[in-house]
């Protein structure tokens, strides 16, 4: 199954010529052996030969043999223009009224008004610790401090990029899909960066007590180390697995259920009527 | 593949010899107008982009870097240049497309014949219309102009594996087209 994903993938290189040596040899065995494959290239071959008999617009002797007059005039005329345009050293100047201060005073006098004007309102208008920061649904527990809200926007945004990781690949139908669609290196590299931050954010989230959440990204650390451990991007196969896996674990349904519950708040979180419903998370 | 206009043509050209550019501009001229005439679909435009690009030529040749692929660097300027032409087009539509030149449609031949390439042409034309401009130029420069993977590459500024899936594409889009051709 992957070496027909992967003969797919190399068709192009293969219909234009540009596959040699043990690759045109491993391409040649498989169309012998997989009819399937065989028929698609064929069909992909047949879609270049006719591709290269549609006719082509040819403007006749006369247009070729006054091309280059053409060209030339036109380079005239606009080199003929250029130096007829109005010289661009003496741009007209409106007059200014005359300057109160010197001019080399204006800019740090700009800058300090700016300053002054920032401070102004970093004092009085964006008070730090006077406002509390709300959170989505339920009035007693509607302000958390900005402490626990680093943890809370960690955590969502960790889920946000597992997220559109998973995303990509449980959207991602390799029998209609181009193969370089799934930008595997990418998913992979992020998938690393999230697996490397997931012991720290469990940590956190135990300490916050948030069960729920640590859980979620339990689950998600062991899919990510699958998809930041796959092998190379011909490894469909592989990427049906974490697929299934996913699926097969409602993980983007718990991940919605979480961001709807939004950010934790170091407590028992407020189960909403989803998350009640489902009864908790099925772990791996 | 690589055109070759002789040893020592490149500091010619640099050199701003009038000789040496028009030898370029000979060379290149059809060429220029084919792929500006993919783009374009009308025979004005094509006329237009393929000067545009040899103006762009002529006054920057000096920044061409000695030992680069004067092949790559003459595809990209007039890429880029119908390129620019399509995105002003769409924002001043004075000459739009409407399928091909009938009286262009290729050399007199008999009806049935011209009648199935015309046809052709306009599933091809349909189909490259329904991918991205870097697909179609990738299609057209491997295609219609001969330029090896790594040429195109360097012309679209992407890397040989987007060059590879630009193909896949396009092909996989005219062959949907074409199908029952």
């Known amino acids: 199954m992957s070496s027909c994903r992967a003969f797919r993938k190399r068709i192009p290189e293969a219909l ?33 030969h006719l591709a290269g008999r549609r006719s082509r ?38 007059s200014r009224p005359k300057a109160v201060f010197p001019r080399w005073l ?57 997220k559109r990781i998973l995303l990509a690949i449980v959207n991602y139908h390799p029998e209609t899909q181009d193969p370089y669609g799934l930008d595997l290196p990418g998913q992979r590299s992020a998938s690393r960066e999230l697996v490397a931050e997931a012991a720290a954010l469990k940590s956190d989230l135990g300490r916050a007590k948030d069960r729920r959440l640590e859980r979620l990204v339990g689950d998600l650390e062991k899919i990510l180390l699958q998809i930041a451990n796959l092998e190379s991007e011909d490894d469909l196969d592989a990427v049906n697995i974490i697929k299934a896996g996913a699926e097969s674990r409602d993980i983007l349904f718990e991940i919605n259920i979480a961001e709807l519950r939004g950010p934790t708040s170091g407590g028992p979180s407020p189960k909403t009527p989803a998350s009640a419903s489902r009864g908790g998370i099925s772990s791996m | 593949m690589s055109i070759n ?40 435009d094509a006329e237009d982009v393929s000067q545009v690009a040899f103006i762009k030529v002529f006054r920057s040749i000096k920044t061409f870097k ?3 692929n004067l092949n790559s660097w003459l595809y990209r300027i007039v890429v880029n240049a119908a390129i620019d032409h399509l995105r002003k087009r769409s924002f001043f539509p004075s000459s739009l497309p409407g399928g091909i030149d009938v009286e262009q449609a290729g050399p007199a031949e008999d009806p049935a014949r011209r009648a199935e390439a015309i046809l052709l042409r306009e599933k091809i034309d349909r189909a ?48 949907k087209e074409i199908q029952y051709v």
């Not at chain 1, 498989?30 to 009819?35: D, F, N, P, V």
């Not at chain 1, 053409?70 to 130096?83: F, N, P």
């Open chain 2, 128 to 175: 490259l219309e329904a991918v991205s401009e870097r697909e179609k130029a990738a299609f057209l420069l491997r295609h219609d102009h001969g330029l090896d993977l790594k040429e195109i590459a360097e012309v679209l500024g992407v890397s040989l594996g987007a060059v590879k899936s630009y193909l896949f594409r396009s092909v996989r889009k005219i062959q």
């Open chain 2, 66 to 68: 000695k030992g680069a």
């Open chain 1, 57 to 94: 617009p040819d403007p006749g002797q006369a247009f070729w043999d006054g091309y280059w007059d053409r060209l030339q005039a036109r380079i005239a005329e606009e080199e003929r223009l250029e130096a007829e345009s109005p010289a661009p050293a003496a741009p007209a100047k409106p």
């Open chain 1, 106 to 162: 204006a800019v740090p006098a700009a800058a300090s008004a700016i300053l002054v004007v920032g401070i102004f309102l970093g004092r009085y208008v964006f008070k730090p610790g006077s406002r509390p920061v709300p959170v989505p649904g339920g009035a007693a527990s509607s302000v958390i401090p900005a402490s626990e809200m680093d943890l809370g926007a960690r955590a969502s945004r960790y889920l946000d990029r597992s």
């Open chain 2, 5 to 44: 206009l002789g040893p020592g043509f490149e500091d010619r050209l640099s050199a701003g010899e009038p000789a040496a550019f028009r030898e370029l501009v000979e060379t290149y001229k059809r060429k220029f107008y084919g792929l500006a005439y993919e783009f374009t679909r009308n025979s004005a």
């Open chain 1, 16 to 48: 234009f010529g540009e596959m040699a040596g043990r690759r045109r040899e491993m391409f040649e065995r498989h169309r012998t052996e997989c009819s399937a494959c065989a028929a698609e290239y064929a069909e992909a071959l047949r879609a270049l």
